[in-house]
């Protein structure tokens, strides 16, 4: 069966919508990462006591060595679990930085006039799509202007934290006041992930507000076609 061929407004829509749809999937195996790593937290769990010993296997001592079960699982998991929230929190922050930008993209497509049918990307030298420009300049009357200003500078702040950080941490010697500088930029870059996501869902209402002409014009053209058929088949001459 052929695929449906949608207007252009829909499928450029529907092209955001299914980049908030993959951001929020890593989003949420985000989240359930950090709370599987939680569980297997030595600071916050009581590890059990018991020991089984370990025959043909000696210590420094020259006695059967013995090891504790509990213990180890809690170290193995912690250690699976530590690696997947570190993979989810990547795929999360590069999802939502592709939701964030390709939304801005869709919005200043659209308000240049331009009319694209879905979100477009550069790629890398891998073919993997890369995040792109964040700004959406000519929305001075919108009514969101200053909630999309202020969630575009909070991911700015977090990206730029990011920078100073690898920039820091590239260094061959770094002083302590600097080493403390490195901290604090790490720590506000932690939260690039959620900053973009936040931007995105702005941005993505931009979208819709700037699709508002554009669907108008389209419903109006639906209209009159439909008008003008019902005026031919008025016309017709009865059989």
């Known amino acids: 069966m052929p695929e449906k061929t949608q ?21 949420n195996a985000y989240r359930a990462a950090q709370v599987q790593a939680t569980t297997v937290d030595f600071v916050r769990r009581m590890t059990h006591e018991g020991k089984v010993a370990l025959e043909g296997r000696t210590n420094a001592w020259g006695r059967t ?40 993209w869709a919005a200043r497509a659209v ?13 890398d030298d891998h073919g993997e ?11 001075d009357t919108y009514a969101e202007g200053p909630a999309l200003d202020a969630a575009y500078n909070t991911l700015v702040r977090c990206m ?43 941005a993505q209402r931009a979208v819709s507000f700037a699709l508002i002409g554009p669907r108008r014009t389209r419903e109006t053209e639906l209209a009159q076609a439909h008008a003008t058929q019902q005026a031919d088949q008025a016309s017709e001459p009865s059989a």
């Open 129 to 139: 799509p890369g995040p792109q420009a964040l700004e959406i300049p000519g929305l």
């Open 65 to 104: 060595a013995t090891r504790s079960p509990h213990g180890q699982a809690l170290s193995v998991l912690h250690r699976l679990y530590s690696t997947i929230e570190s993979e989810t929190q990547g795929h999360y922050e590069q999802a939502a930085l592709l939701y964030a930008s390709g939304a801005a």
């Open 160 to 202: 730029q934290a990011a920078e100073y950080g690898e920039d820091l941490a590239g260094r061959d010697y770094v002083s302590d006041h600097e080493a403390g500088e490195m901290h604090e930029a790490n720590a506000v870059a932690d939260g690039t992930a959620d900053a973009a996501f936040a931007y995105g869902l702005v």
């Open 7 to 27: 207007h252009w407004t829909e499928s450029l829509f529907d092209s955001v919508y299914a980049l908030y749809e993959t951001a929020n999937e890593y989003r």
């Open 111 to 123: 308000l240049r006039g331009e009319q694209p049918p879905r979100v477009v990307f550069q790629v």
